[in-house]
């Protein structure tokens, strides 16, 4: 038992660690998009498929690549995720054209949906279920953190540089996540026997909480994504903030969050009421974003930083219900579907506020448009079975 302990927490470390490579490299567009739209002369919905790019694998690969995670475990997929995610890097980086870009930029999401569903699988598989909320609140901040590194570094390279640094160091640190899952990850013993597949997927599939569980996500994608990609190009346009400091403010969101996802989930395992989380947090995110909207430069930080901690209780809740509601033989399923909702989200946000700004080139709509979608998230939390 101890040593089954001991290599939960390794696994967990380094699962954690692959993850946040590919989030790294995700999250260093919203920086560069300025000059990224400068140099290949784009419009602002154009951009916005530097972030669609990298989810559409998602929506096509998630579904099949949970099936084939519960079927034939996690080790081949998850390291096919990796290498993929380190040549998605280096064509962006190298890229001389738009479109090699948006090359780069499918080849990182296809990565990122093997990986998405071969990673948060695995959780299922090492913790029981009265430690699943705090092992996914531990692995939820990888998002969060990969987005507090990205942003202020990545802004400091392209001032010093260009924007295709940014991409050299996720390059790097992708390259170094191959050989952390090849070393360190593998399955775990609470993965069960495995059953009939067919029978095991459409059981999963028909079940209507699950997906109710992938709206909620989906919905909070929207908002929050939409809100992380595209407040460094608003707060620049907009509130005449310089580059630094505009990706410092938009990464707040997420730098709030990183200390309290894993307490929410602690305290989730603790009281089991993760629903109420889940509504709460679409409404508190609803009454913030809509704050941002009309706030002055002066109130902006504590303003973004109550968004992140309401953003910060939807992630745990969502990972641990979707294990819970299908149980750890049919996570893959689960975890596949729950994918394709989020990148769906990514995509639909990224698209609908670089429109929004392309024909109002009003930041008050973008943030109303993301509060909007996270009052529609509250609602669809309410109609869960779910404690």
């Not at 993850?19 to 000059?35: E, H, N």
């Not at 990565?111 to 090492?126: F, H, K, R, S």
């Not at 013993?189 to 909480?209: D, I, M, T, V, Y």
Request: net charge positive.
């Amino acid at each position: 038992m101890p040593e089954t302990i001991r290599s939960r927490w390794i696994i967990l470390s380094a699962i954690f660690y692959v993850f946040v490579a590919y989030a790294f490299a995700f999250q260093v567009v919203p920086p560069a998009i300025k000059p990224m739209m400068k140099e290949f002369d784009v419009s602002h919905a154009q951009a916005g498929l530097l972030m669609t790019m990298v989810v559409i694998p998602g929506i096509l690969l998630a579904l099949p690549t949970g099936i084939l995670v519960d079927r034939y475990g996690i080790r081949l997929i998850g390291l096919t995720s990796t290498i993929l995610t380190a040549l998605g890097c280096t064509i962006t980086a190298l890229g001389s054209s738009f479109n090699a870009i948006l090359l780069g930029r499918l080849i990182l999401g296809t990565g990122g949906a093997l990986m998405a569903i071969a990673t948060y699988t695995i959780i299922p598989q090492w913790f029981p279920p009265q430690e699943m909320g705090k092992a996914m609140g531990i692995y939820g901040i990888n998002m969060p953190l990969a987005t507090v590194i990205a942003f202020p570094s990545s802004s400091i390279l392209i001032l010093n540089y260009n924007w295709r640094y940014p991409f050299y160091v996720g390059t790097v640190l992708a390259v170094i996540a191959i050989g952390v899952f090849a070393l360190l990850v593998k399955e775990g013993p609470l993965k069960g026997e495995k059953r009939k597949q067919s029978p095991s997927a459409l059981q999963a599939l028909k079940n209507p909480e699950l997906w109710k569980i992938g709206l909620v996500w989906l919905l909070f994608q929207v908002a929050a994504l939409s809100f992380v990609t595209w407040t460094p190009k608003l707060m620049e346009d907009f509130r005449g903030m310089n580059p630094i400091l505009a990706s410092s403010l938009a990464s707040t969101l997420t730098l709030a969050a990183i200390p309290l996802v894993p307490i929410y989930g602690l305290i989730s395992d603790k009281i089991q009421k993760r629903k109420s989380f889940m509504i709460v947090g679409s409404i508190l995110m609803f009454l913030t974003l809509t704050l941002i909207a009309y706030s002055p430069n002066s109130t902006l930080i504590p303003s973004i930083a109550a968004l992140g901690i309401a953003a910060a209780m939807i992630p745990p809740m969502v990972m641990t219900l979707t294990p819970e509601t299908l149980g750890p033989a049919q996570a893959g399923i689960g975890f596949g579907v729950i994918t394709i909702c989020a990148n769906v989200g990514v995509a639909l946000g990224s698209l609908t506020i670089g429109t929004i700004l392309d024909l109002t080139q009003s930041a008050t709509l973008s943030y109303v448009t993301m509060a909007t979608f996270s009052a529609a998230g509250a609602i669809v939390a309410y109609t869960l079975k779910n404690k």
